[in-house]
């Protein structure tokens, strides 16, 4: 299960790197990418890149081009497989929700029930 940061991170590699499976893109431009309420710092995002490189979520290959820090990010499986993954837990989520709610009604029925016949 990702952290709120890594969901922001991979929402982003994944808008930029799900057509050809592969992009390239400097730090800076990532972070313009991120959503701007919490400002993320090039060293943050490059520990959270690693973590998804790890997590395999895509494989991260860094170099310069032209004295400027570059990532060459290719999605494996786990990264393809990301947005299909975040609408089945959100899918999950609105089940609990629901299972709740109907739960929660029904036992107030049957309380209503029980304090009529008693």
């Known amino acids: 299960m990702l952290n ?3 969901l922001d991170v991979m929402n982003a590699v994944y808008s930029l790197c799900h057509e050809k499976g592969i992009c390239l893109i400097s730090p800076t431009e990532l972070i313009d990418l991120l959503p ?6 090039e060293e943050q995002v ?14 991260l290959l860094s170099s310069d ?9 290719s ?3 786990n990264g393809y497989a990301f947005k299909r993954n975040f609408t089945q837990i959100k899918r999950d989520w609105a089940v609990k929700l629901a299972w709740a709610i109907v739960s929660a009604v029904i036992a107030f029925a049957v309380g ?5 016949i008693f």
Not at 112 to 116: M, V, Y
């Open 46 to 59: 490059e520990k959270i890149l690693s973590a998804l490189a790890l997590d395999e979520y895509f494989e």
């Open 75 to 77: 999605l494996r499986a």
């Open 4 to 6: 709120k940061s890594e």
């Open 112 to 116: 209503l029930l029980l304090k009529g």
């Open 65 to 73: 081009r032209k004295g400027e820090k570059m990532y060459v990010i």
């Open 36 to 41: 701007p309420r919490k400002k993320y710092t």
